[in-house]
């Protein structure tokens, strides 16, 4: 505690969420996935023997409280930077810290970064050999994908954990403990929520439990005490601190309400899907929630089958996003009626999953076969090999049968057209090569 704020206002102007963040596993709500009791995490972490990794995942997730539990049950050093505003040269700074921690203490240094998808390439470049080496073990943590947000180098010596939003209950609990804890959290304000309130917050906050946070505090600050000196907070107060119309339905005919939307939309129902959609929308749900919906159903239940119906799905969420409600309910309504109208066929899905399970088994004899590899600064043997790729563009038609899959799956098909709509085209482009449909 800082020894000149004698009545903890520092602490006390500090937002809720920082005020209720986890200081131990025991408290970290979600992500049971990766912290559960006998997780890699969990036991890496007991024994101070974590390596570098990278925390992905939406925001207020946890990724942060996490990294800061880590700072605390470890015994090394621990220091924090910010992608977005340290350097180089911060860098560099962080590596001398941590090279004379471990020569002189003997203590390894946990460095922290957050945003970590926006380090260049030559902040990366200077971290690189102090991970190498040991004499930093780097946690990172984004919200963006970091196979295609980062720096390969750092990614392949760290291990990605990912992040998931948090449940309804996870953040209805959150909530209540906020509520109760006097010396964190609201307890202090004799408030009383109405349940419906919680549920409406707790829903709409998206597994965010910082926006769940920020809703609650919000809604128990700004409203007035009775003359009984208590905060009531209702439905009310509730949709105004978190900005969103409470659901006209409850939660279980909120996911019945979506299922039957994608489960129309699969059924070629256009009338029924267009009332789903309108039901949903007009009791509350977010149009774009919707149109995500309609985007996926498009290439999983429609697929190759008429293409178009993607592009047309994903316009129409494009000009929902831009114009908002009610216009842009039109293209959407649009999109609905085309994906229903369409034929339909899952062969990409069913392409997707079997390929899908190939990939992720491990064989002996599943390398690139050798003239598909990249020969750009091969010696003798390797342009010989690149000699053997025969280019479709040299041959009519621009195609030419030659063996694309590893040998261990060269006979592999996991692309079937039905014959259904433009797929009928593709079965037949499929047979004028000579390929097997």
């Keep these: 505690m800082d020894l000149f704020d004698f009545n903890g206002n520092a602490e006390a ?12 596993l025991n408290d970290f709500i979600g992500q049971r996935h990766i912290v559960a009791e006998g997780s890699l995490l969990r036991r890496a972490i007991a024994l101070d023997r974590l390596g570098s990794c990278i925390f992905y995942g939406p925001p207020g997730t946890g990724k942060t409280t996490l990294a800061n539990i880590i700072a605390q049950t470890t015994h090394g050093e621990f220091i924090k930077l910010n992608a977005v505003q340290a350097g180089v040269a911060d860098v560099k700074k962080a590596v001398q810290e941590a090279e004379n921690n471990l020569k002189m203490y003997g203590r390894r240094t946990y460095l922290m970064l957050d945003e970590c998808h926006r380090f260049s390439k030559t902040q990366s470049d200077s971290l690189l050999p102090a991970i190498e080496q ?68 707790a829903l709409t906050a998206g597994g965010d ?13 700004t409203t007035p005490a009775g003359q009984d000196g208590v905060i009531h907070v209702t439905l009310s107060d509730a949709e105004q601190s978190i900005q969103k119309k409470a659901l006209s339905y409850n939660e279980d005919d909120y996911y019945d309400y979506l299922s039957a ?13 267009l009332y789903y959609a309108m039901r949903l929308i007009s009791g509350g749900c977010d149009p774009m929630l919707v149109a995500r919906r309609l985007v996926i159903h498009s290439a999983e239940d429609v697929g190759m089958a008429d293409p ?22 039109i293209p959407l309504s649009e999109a609905i009626v085309y994906v229903c109208e369409a034929p339909k066929s899952d062969s990409v899905k069913s392409a997707m999953f079997a390929a899908k399970a190939d990939a992720e088994q491990v064989r002996d004899d599943d390398g690139v076969p050798a003239y598909l590899r990249d020969h750009s600064y091969d010696s003798h043997e390797g342009k010989k090999q690149a000699a053997l790729y025969k280019y479709p563009h040299d041959y009519a038609g621009g195609y030419i049968e030659q063996q694309y899959l590893p040998d261990a799956l060269k006979d592999r098909i996991y692309y079937t057209p039905k014959g259904i709509g433009y797929e009928k085209t593709v079965a037949e482009i499929r047979r004028q090569k000579g390929k097997k449909n």
């Design 13 to 24: 102007a500090k937002p809720l969420a920082e005020r209720m963040r986890a200081n131990n």
């Design 134 to 201: 040991g004499t930093i073990i780097f946690i990172g943590s984004t919200t963006e994908n970091p196979y295609a947000s980062m720096t390969p180098a750092i990614v392949s010596r760290c291990r990605v954990f990912e992040f998931r939003r948090l449940s309804t209950q996870d953040i209805k609990g959150a909530i209540k403990k906020a509520l109760a804890d006097k010396r964190r959290g609201l307890g202090a304000y004799s408030a009383v929520v109405d349940e419906d309130a919680i549920d409406h917050i």
């Design 209 to 221: 439990l910082r926006s769940a946070y920020n809703a609650i505090e919000l809604a128990v600050l």
């Design 308 to 329: 178009h119906a993607l592009q047309v799905a994903a316009s129409a969420m494009y000009v929902l996003e831009k114009t908002g409600a009610p216009e842009g309910l």
């Design 261 to 273: 939307f994608c489960k129309s939309l699969r059924g070629s129902d256009s009338n029924a899907a």
